[in-house]
């Protein structure tokens, strides 16, 4: 899982199998952001979930979020080659103003 | 196609050099953020700035400061560089619940 004292957790799968990752946070938030990153590229947004949300899809994505004990997980079916790459979790504010990061998951992805 | 243009990539300096950090947006923003990315450590948020000459600290601004004047370019200084800011800067900028994210400065202090 991301966030607390956890470093960079890195899972690696065959292409074609299902991935889960786990998100933890400890303050109080009413968006969690999952952002994908690209070696030696900037973090881009996949998907959003609000706290007044329990799932969210998004093509072979899947978000969910559990605000009574704080965390979140992104799931991703029938992963290919090109989902490669470090994914985290974002929490902000009610203000969107102040996103804050976990540490990441390294996700590989081989034939 | 929203972008967020940092200059330059790659960069080298010496301790105790200053060093500026430059970010553009063309999409009109008013928001935009200076994060450092160290390996396993996530994104650590330096500054925001909300607007012109509207800034605030993140989580670790020491050894930063911020230049904001115009809403479209969003700098970075460092004055008296130190080898432990050696790091990848990310600038940001937001637009509703999204953040689109620049290519990284990787900076080097030796």
């Known amino acids: 899982s991301q966030w607390g004292e956890e470093n960079l957790q890195a899972l690696s799968i065959q292409e074609g199998e299902d991935v889960t990752m786990n998100c933890s946070y400890k303050?109080?938030?009413?968006?969690v952001h999952w952002y994908r990153q690209d070696s030696g590229r900037g973090p881009a947004l996949i998907i959003l979930?609000?706290?007044?949300?329990r799932e969210k899809r998004s093509g072979r994505l899947r978000a969910t979020l559990d605000t009574s004990s704080q965390s979140s997980s992104l799931s991703i079916t029938a992963a290919q080659c090109e989902d490669t790459a470090v994914y985290f979790c974002?929490?902000?504010?009610?203000?969107?103003?102040?996103?804050?990061f976990g540490q990441g998951t390294s996700l590989s992805v081989v034939p | 196609d929203m972008k967020v243009t940092q200059m330059p990539r790659y960069l080298i300096k010496r301790m105790g050099e200053n060093v500026l950090l430059e970010c553009g947006q063309d999409?009109?923003?008013?928001?935009m953020y200076w994060y450092r990315q160290d390996p396993g450590l996530g994104l650590q948020l330096i500054y925001i700035?909300?607007?012109?000459?509207?800034?605030s600290e993140g989580d670790i601004p020491k050894g930063y400061r911020v230049s904001r004047k115009k809403r479209e370019h969003f700098s970075l200084i460092l004055d008296s560089a130190k080898t432990n800011q050696t790091s990848v800067y990310f600038c940001?900028?937001?637009?509703?619940?999204?953040?689109?994210f620049g290519k990284g400065t990787r900076l080097t202090v030796v």
């Open positions: 974002a929490t902000s504010s009610s203000s969107f103003s102040k996103l804050v």
């Open positions: 303050t109080y938030t009413t968006v």
């Open positions: 979930i609000r706290s007044n949300e």
């Open positions: 999409m009109s923003h008013e928001t």
């Open positions: 700035s909300y607007d012109v000459d509207s800034n």
């Open positions: 940001a900028s937001r637009a509703g619940t999204e953040v689109f």
